[in-house]
């Protein structure tokens, strides 16, 4: 956890972000009482939300798991509640899932956020440009007319290349540092990445139906990634719309740029 910002100020409002990614395991404990209704992009029949790939779950939790002294503790108070929008699962393969480019199932997703007035949407994810279809645009850019915060993940090819939708002008891109406060080794970087955020070796709920891998205990896993650090980006601007109710976009990039610490110098990687 954060000391000293997981309190919200008396009578402050819920703040929603929505997490458009692979789903979300609704039952985890960690989320008790952390979500609203979201919903299933992938399967219009289906009543209940899953994460196959577990991938969503594990970026929920890094904004909102419980400070319920069990697991791990999200960062955020529990007045920040998560919208799950899923439109990733394991069978997607080259970007289309049964005929449609997904990018457009991503547009459906960030015109249901816009619809439900979220504070926030956190994408941990990146298409290339081939894909960025006019639809996701224009939904990028009413999303970002309507005063709600983007945030998204550079990707992990340690490479100095546009992708989107941190490339669209008016979402947050953040790489991933790692425990010594500089880029990993694996973080996309170059001037379209706006802010890092820890990335490499971070702790977080995953479904309790798929295997823990790395850290071996039920519901929880070690994971690395952009897609890590973005969360705690997204996370940080939902603190501060707590504070702020009526600050902008604009306002709040201003003010997570202008508290950030400078990188330390890579010579090789030209950030």
């Not at 919903?39 to 939300?49: I, K, P, Y």
Request: aromatic fraction near 4%; include cysteine; charged fraction near 15%.
């Amino acid at each position: 956890g954060w000391p000293g910002v997981l309190v919200a100020p008396p009578g402050a409002a819920d703040v929603v972000i929505a997490v458009i990614d692979s789903g979300i395991d609704p039952a985890h404990p960690e989320f008790a009482g952390r979500l609203v209704p979201g919903r299933d992009f992938l399967d219009a029949a289906a009543t209940v939300m899953t994460d196959d790939m577990g991938h969503g779950t594990h970026v929920a939790g890094i904004i909102a798991a419980n400070a319920d002294g069990q697991g791990m503790q999200g960062a955020t108070p529990a007045q920040v509640k998560i919208m799950p929008l899923k439109v990733l699962n394991s069978q997607i393969n080259s970007f289309v899932h049964r005929g449609r480019v997904i990018t457009d199932i991503f547009a459906d997703a960030i015109i249901h956020a816009i619809q439900a007035n979220v504070a926030v949407i956190n994408m941990s994810m990146g298409w290339p440009q081939i894909i960025n279809t006019p639809r996701v645009v224009r939904a990028l850019d009413v999303a970002h007319e309507r005063g709600i915060v983007v945030v998204a993940a550079s990707g992990n090819n340690n490479k100095d290349v546009p992708t989107w939708p941190c490339s669209h002008p008016s979402v947050i891109c953040v790489g991933a540092t790692d425990n010594r406060g500089g880029l990993t080794e694996f973080s996309n970087h170059g001037g379209r990445v706006d802010i890092a955020a820890p990335g490499e070796g971070i702790v977080s709920t995953t479904p309790r139906a798929l295997e823990s891998r790395v850290l071996r205990i039920a519901g929880y896993d070690v994971k690395n990634g952009s897609s890590q650090a973005a969360p705690l980006v997204a996370a940080a601007a939902a603190l501060i719309k707590l504070r702020h109710p009526q600050a902008t976009p604009a306002e709040i990039k201003a003010r997570l740029y202008n508290t950030a610490q400078p990188l330390p110098v890579d010579a090789d990687r030209r950030y």
